[in-house]
């Protein structure tokens, strides 16, 4: 079998001291970012990628992607017992979690996450271990043409499930306008830099993430996230579920997690689509949709089943393709690309080691994660009593001192301040900033594949539909589109008629 | 802390800030070469992409006009404390060093909480300081001076 030669020449890469080190402290740290609230994974990966420089790349990449996926697993612990998402994709574990730790049984909401959590990620992996190679062996087809329309897809789908689609479709925009800072690659005309010379080689990707994750985050967090009200002890024996709360949970963490599969490998959509998706669905299905939001056992189980999924299934894009799944995603990509590694769907045959060993890392960080998540939950939850008047100061230093490694200047500082002040305007005002950076990273690759595709065809944008996959990709996009205006044109007439209700009463 | 506590209308004024945006990056992307679509210049996306931004902040803040203001807060102090800190930290970076940098910076930035001490304060900067130090420059090396110099 393909797979097991496959997986053995992953064991080798990935039993190594060092891989397992940095596969170790990669989970680890990814938990304590997750537990914590106020500084997701973004904002970890994005203060970690300038350390890298200094170890290689594949136990960069190991560690990096540890945080990532062990984000989503400690992310809803400060959800079920404070009600403060850890994360992003962990909001929803807020909804039933937070009821369910107010009846009593939080040891128990804690439990089933990290087994949810558990069955989603090794859902994601299976996935991602037999799609791979096919979905490498297709993107061999790939022309500009493809590349492009399926980054569109990416972006049309990433505003597709923001609150106000057209909001996200502006902060893409406005993403693909701030990538065009800097030199152009095809005609070496330096844009938009205003006499900066610092600016030539482009806005900062680190500065911009961590400017609008990190320092609008802190400046809305400070006085508003209190973690005082805790006083809990777990016990084993109070975090194992009963029967029956077995029996409804299993079948929910299976569709979470074919739901978060599903959304992980589609480029632009990840870990919090996904755990969006499979809650509204479990409340659909259910018989008693009553009971969510006071503490639904399924409606804990599903979405962290989701977003684990959606974790691992995003790296089939992005390592097959080149195409990020998600925002996070976007900045391993880049991570990558730093270290010298171009993904795309000759990675996994011209470097199987890296390819396989880093699969081979994720089951073992997956399984440390059960051991961090179940016999050790007393540690994370004394981690969320450091008060966050202690944390952003040490944070924001370290943002800084991220910030200038990355090219030893100041200036990147600088940057950071504007695009903080920037992100908390746009915050402010309603804007999701995630599309904003998938925008800022796909910006380049677009333009460059654009550029080239219309350069081949001399000017005729015919091609886009003469070339067969990239047709079905537009055709698919469309559709999207069209979801979109449809959902926003059904929102807005029920809007329309709760308010004429509300007038005639 | 100063705060603002205002009633507006989020789209009115997001629609407005895109079309601002976009305005003047069209009209600064006029000085780039626009080219053909088979040969693009450096202007050409630039201005497609203004365009649409334009186009997009102008449907926006006109169909705000049939959605309710609602409250929204600014917090003015915080955001000023907090973007002072990480300027003085750049500012200070190069002459003084990182452990001066982080020093003041810290003392600055914990001034946007409510319910931290003086000793407090103090207390922190100095562990932060030290912490900064000790993983940056002793251990993984980065090229930064520690101290004046």
Same mark, same amino acid.
């Given at each position: 079998?393909?797979?097991?030669?496959?997986?053995? @020449?992953? #064991?080798? =890469?990935?039993?190594?001291?060092?891989?397992?080190?940095?596969?170790?402290?990669?989970?680890?740290?990814?938990?304590?970012?997750?537990?914590?609230?106020?500084?997701?994974?973004?904002?970890?990966?994005?203060?970690?990628?300038?350390? +890298?420089?200094? @170890?290689?790349?594949?136990?960069?990449?190991?560690?990096?992607?540890?945080?990532?996926?062990?984000?989503?697993?400690?992310?809803?612990?400060?959800?079920?017992?404070?009600?403060?998402?850890?994360?992003?994709?962990?909001?929803?574990?807020?909804?039933?979690?937070?009821?369910?730790?107010?009846?009593?049984?939080?040891?128990?909401?804690?439990?089933?996450?990290?087994?949810?959590?558990?069955?989603?990620?090794?859902?994601?992996?299976?996935?991602?271990?037999?799609?791979?190679?096919?979905?490498?062996?297709?993107?061999?087809?790939?022309?500009?043409?493809?590349?492009?329309?399926?980054?569109?897809?990416?972006?049309?789908?990433?505003?597709?499930?923001?609150?106000?689609?057209?909001?996200?479709?502006?902060?893409?925009?406005?993403? #693909?306008?701030?990538?065009?800072?800097?030199?152009?690659?095809? +005609?070496?005309?330096?844009?938009?830099?205003?006499?900066?010379?610092? /600016?030539?080689?482009?806005?900062?990707?680190?500065?911009?993430?961590?400017?609008?994750?990190?320092?609008?985050?802190? @400046?809305?967090?400070?006085?508003?996230?209190?973690?005082?009200?805790?006083?809990?002890?777990?016990? #084993?024996?109070?975090?194992?579920?009963?029967? &029956?709360?077995?029996?409804?949970?299993?079948?929910?963490?299976?569709?979470?997690?074919?739901?978060?599969?599903?959304?992980?490998? /589609?480029?632009?959509?990840?870990?919090?689509?996904?755990?969006?998706?499979?809650?509204?669905?479990?409340?659909?299905?259910?018989?008693?949709?009553?009971?969510?939001?006071?503490? =639904?056992?399924?409606?804990?189980?599903?979405?962290?089943?989701?977003?684990?999924?959606?974790?691992?299934?995003?790296?089939?894009?992005?390592?097959?393709?080149?195409?990020?799944?998600?925002?996070?995603?976007?900045?391993?990509?880049?991570?990558?690309?730093?270290?010298?590694?171009?993904?795309?769907?000759?990675?996994?045959?011209?470097?199987?080691?890296?390819?396989?060993? #880093?699969?081979?890392?994720?089951?073992?960080?997956?399984?440390?994660?059960?051991?961090?998540?179940?016999?050790?939950?007393?540690?994370?939850?004394?981690?969320?009593?450091?008060?966050?008047?202690?944390?952003?100061?040490?944070?924001?230093?370290?943002?800084?001192?991220?910030?200038?490694?990355?090219?030893?200047?100041?200036?990147?500082?600088? +940057?950071?301040?504007?695009?903080?002040? /920037?992100?908390?305007?746009?915050?402010?005002?309603?804007?999701?900033?995630?599309?904003?950076?998938?925008?800022?990273?796909?910006?380049?690759?677009? &333009?460059?594949?654009?550029?080239?595709?219309?350069? /081949?065809?001399?000017?005729?944008?015919?091609?886009?539909?003469?070339?067969?996959?990239?047709?079905?990709?537009?055709?698919?996009?469309?559709? =999207?589109?069209?979801?979109?205006?449809?959902?926003?044109?059904?929102?807005?007439?029920?809007?329309?008629?709760?308010?004429?209700?509300?007038?005639?009463? | $802390?100063?705060?603002?506590?205002?009633?507006?209308?989020?789209?009115?004024?997001? !629609?407005?800030?895109?079309?601002?945006?976009?305005?003047?990056?069209?009209?600064?992307?006029?000085?780039?070469?626009?080219?053909?679509?088979?040969? $693009?210049?450096? !202007?050409?996306?630039?201005?497609?992409?203004?365009?649409?931004?334009?186009? $997009?902040?102008?449907?926006?803040?006109?169909?705000?006009?049939?959605?309710?203001?609602?409250?929204?807060?600014?917090?003015?102090?915080?955001?000023?404390?907090?973007?002072?800190?990480?300027?003085?930290?750049?500012?200070?970076?190069?002459?003084?060093?990182?452990?001066?940098?982080?020093?003041?910076?810290?003392?600055?930035?914990?001034?946007?909480?409510?319910?931290?001490?003086?000793?407090?304060?103090?207390?922190?900067? !100095?562990?932060?300081?030290?912490?900064?130090?000790?993983?940056?420059?002793?251990?993984?090396?980065?090229?930064?001076?520690?101290?004046? !110099?």
């Amino acid at each position: 079998m393909d797979v097991i030669a496959n997986l053995g @020449i992953g #064991l080798q =890469a990935a039993l190594t001291p060092t891989m397992l080190w940095y596969c170790f402290i990669g989970v680890l740290l990814g938990t304590f970012i997750g537990v914590l609230p106020g500084i997701g994974p973004l904002a970890a990966i994005s203060l970690l990628l300038p350390i +890298t420089y200094y @170890i290689g790349a594949d136990v960069a990449i190991v560690m990096l992607a540890g945080v990532y996926y062990g984000a989503q697993y400690g992310g809803s612990t400060a959800a079920i017992l404070l009600k403060l998402p850890g994360t992003a994709s962990s909001a929803v574990a807020c909804l039933d979690g937070n009821p369910m730790a107010r009846n009593g049984r939080a040891g128990v909401a804690l439990f089933i996450t990290t087994i949810a959590s558990f069955a989603g990620a090794i859902t994601g992996l299976i996935i991602l271990i037999f799609f791979s190679p096919y979905i490498a062996k297709l993107g061999l087809k790939f022309g500009s043409a493809e590349y492009f329309a399926l980054m569109l897809l990416g972006l049309v789908a990433a505003c597709t499930f923001s609150d106000s689609p057209l909001k996200g479709g502006a902060m893409v925009v406005l993403g #693909l306008l701030l990538s065009m800072i800097g030199t152009d690659v095809n +005609t070496g005309v330096i844009r938009y830099t205003f006499g900066f010379a610092e /600016l030539s080689s482009g806005l900062s990707l680190v500065a911009l993430a961590m400017g609008i994750f990190g320092v609008a985050d802190i @400046i809305r967090n400070i006085n508003t996230i209190d973690t005082t009200q805790l006083s809990q002890r777990f016990t #084993l024996r109070s975090m194992l579920p009963s029967r &029956e709360e077995w029996r409804r949970s299993l079948p929910s963490m299976a569709r979470g997690s074919a739901i978060g599969s599903f959304f992980g490998t /589609l480029p632009g959509t990840g870990a919090s689509i996904s755990s969006f998706m499979s809650y509204a669905t479990e409340k659909k299905l259910s018989k008693q949709p009553e009971r969510f939001g006071r503490g =639904a056992i399924e409606g804990v189980a599903a979405p962290e089943a989701a977003n684990n999924a959606s974790a691992q299934t995003a790296f089939v894009p992005t390592l097959t393709l080149g195409i990020p799944g998600d925002i996070t995603m976007a900045l391993i990509l880049g991570a990558l690309i730093i270290h010298g590694i171009t993904p795309g769907p000759q990675l996994i045959t011209a470097q199987p080691e890296l390819f396989w060993g #880093l699969i081979v890392s994720f089951i073992i960080g997956n399984i440390l994660l059960v051991l961090f998540n179940i016999p050790m939950i007393g540690l994370w939850v004394s981690m969320l009593k450091i008060p966050y008047r202690l944390l952003y100061p040490t944070i924001l230093v370290f943002i800084s001192v991220g910030v200038f490694s990355v090219s030893n200047s100041t200036f990147d500082i600088y +940057t950071v301040v504007a695009i903080g002040v /920037l992100g908390y305007l746009l915050g402010t005002l309603r804007f999701d900033p995630a599309p904003l950076l998938l925008g800022f990273i796909l910006g380049p690759l677009m &333009e460059e594949h654009f550029r080239r595709a219309m350069l /081949l065809s001399r000017g005729n944008l015919n091609t886009f539909i003469d070339r067969p996959i990239s047709f079905s990709i537009l055709i698919i996009t469309a559709l =999207a589109l069209g979801f979109i205006m449809a959902s926003s044109v059904r929102r807005r007439l029920k809007a329309n008629k709760a308010d004429k209700a509300s007038h005639a009463n | $802390m100063t705060k603002w506590t205002l009633k507006v209308n989020h789209d009115l004024f997001g !629609g407005l800030l895109l079309v601002g945006i976009s305005a003047f990056a069209y009209y600064h992307g006029q000085q780039y070469a626009m080219g053909s679509l088979a040969r $693009m210049g450096p !202007g050409f996306l630039p201005t497609l992409l203004s365009v649409v931004l334009g186009v $997009m902040g102008a449907i926006l803040t006109v169909a705000s006009q049939w959605k309710p203001s609602s409250r929204v807060q600014i917090q003015l102090g915080q955001l000023l404390i907090v973007a002072g800190s990480l300027a003085l930290f750049a500012l200070l970076l190069r002459p003084a060093g990182l452990l001066v940098a982080t020093f003041i910076s810290v003392i600055v930035s914990s001034w946007a909480d409510r319910q931290i001490t003086w000793p407090g304060r103090l207390l922190l900067a !100095g562990v932060v300081a030290g912490l900064a130090s000790l993983i940056f420059i002793v251990g993984l090396g980065m090229n930064m001076p520690l101290w004046w !110099g």
